[in-house]
């Protein structure tokens, strides 16, 4: 039987992230993807990246050929009430405070490092079951054939195996309604996050374009959905005000928001990473960003341990050395999305109050930018 030391399911950017950490360790690494190879370089998305995963994707040697373009200001705001905030990159030294990339930009430019390491990577390998035993887990694929490793590393796709009664799961009974809209005037390298009673909108810089999330109730995204561009950039202009007008949309892609996550990202012999460990709110743009301190963790810890990567002691650790940035990131974009998603009157004053204090109080203002940037252990 064919056999690994580590086995990464999943050949997106969260799992090429990992086996790019890696490819220096002297481990048997293979990467296993249901798709084409290169299928990831046409995922449609648009990510924003902290500016510690700039500093992480510089490592990798990776993002000096990612066309980014830089988040010099974030402007956040609630509908229906006074109070707003201001982030500036240029209060803590940076040159941005994020970055926005196309998710396929992103996997090519991983892609293309992949290739140029020599790891290999194997397309159309559908896993149909995990089975962790003592030493090894057995892997089975679709077409009936098995390999072995010491370690699974589960990245994105689809949460599966292990203990599935102890995931977290939350509809929040939204979905995001997306598209890029091209500005009237230049965006200046400004982001907007503007909370709604119907869920949060976000207007981000992509190149001279602007990246939209929209927010809405199923019902609501079904209607925008059927929208020509016309009136759906009428309904757009409407619901985002006068800060920035738009003067072209171009097409909509629409995707249900729920909360799912695992506890514990580590079972027997087995690692779960990206949308396999937590698939969040896209509020505060920060699903990525974690996946990507979780994986470089635990290419970290894994490196640091030697030996025998699926080691209990060894997942153990890394689970523990990310503990609180998990926790934290999980609970504050829950929290975001409950505390702005409604039109209750003595909330809408509380957040006004909030905002205002935030952008009028440097301290709790700077605690806000550094976890943006670097994550719930950052320094105050």
């Known amino acids: 039987m064919e056999k690994h030391d ?55 040697g990776v993002w000096a050929r990612l ?23 240029s209060e803590y030294g940076q040159p941005a405070l994020g970055y926005v990339v196309a998710a396929g930009d992103l996997a090519a430019a991983l892609d293309d490092a992949i290739a140029a390491a020599g790891m290999p990577v194997r397309d159309h390998a559908t896993v149909s079951g995990l089975a962790a035993g003592v030493d090894d887990v ?23 195996g292990g203990d599935d009664t102890a995931l977290v799961e939350r509809d929040y009974g939204q979905c995001a309604v997306i598209s ?12 907007w996050e503007r909370f709604t009673p119907q869920g ?7 190149r001279r374009d602007c990246a939209i999330v929209h ?23 409407s619901h985002f005000g006068d800060r920035l007008r738009f003067a072209a949309v171009g097409p909509r892609a629409c995707y249900p928001l729920k909360l799912r996550y695992r506890p514990n990202p ?43 990567p699926g080691a209990a002691d060894t997942l153990a650790t890394y689970a523990r050395e990310r503990h609180l940035d998990r926790q934290g990131t999980i609970r504050v974009t829950d929290g975001l999305v409950r505390l702005f998603s409604n039109a209750l009157g003595p909330l809408l004053h509380a957040r006004g109050a909030g905002l205002l204090a935030l952008d009028l109080i440097p301290p709790a203002r700077h605690f806000v930018a550094k976890r943006m940037m670097f994550g719930a252990r950052a320094w105050p």
């Open 200 to 206: 949060p909108l976000a207007v981000l810089p992509c």
């Open 138 to 160: 057995l892997i089975s694929l679709a077409d009936g054939t098995h390999l072995s490793a010491r370690l699974a590393a589960c990245a994105e796709g689809a949460i599966a």
């Open 266 to 308: 580590v079972g027997q012999r087995t690692v779960w990473l990206g949308n396999a460990a937590q698939t969040l709110h896209p509020v505060a743009g920060q699903g990525y960003n974690l996946a990507l301190r979780d994986v470089w963790a635990c290419a970290q810890v894994l490196l640091k341990a030697g030996g025998d």
């Open 6 to 60: 580590i086995a990464i399911v999943g050949a997106g950017p969260v799992g090429m992230t990992l086996a790019l950490a890696l490819k220096d360790s002297g481990l048997d690494v293979i990467l296993l993807d249901a798709r084409a190879r290169g299928a990831a370089r046409h995922d449609p998305r648009v990510l924003a990246l902290s500016h510690g995963s700039r500093l992480t994707l510089e490592r990798l």
């Open 215 to 237: 927010t809405a109730s199923p019902a609501e995204a079904e209607a925008l959905m059927t929208l020509d561009d016309e009136a759906y950039l009428a309904r757009l202009q």
């Open 180 to 191: 890029v809209a091209t500005p009237a005037t230049p965006h200046g390298g400004r982001a």
């Open 67 to 89: 066309p980014a373009t830089a988040i010099e200001t974030i402007h956040i705001s609630h509908q229906g009430g006074l109070g707003r905030s201001v982030l500036r990159a």
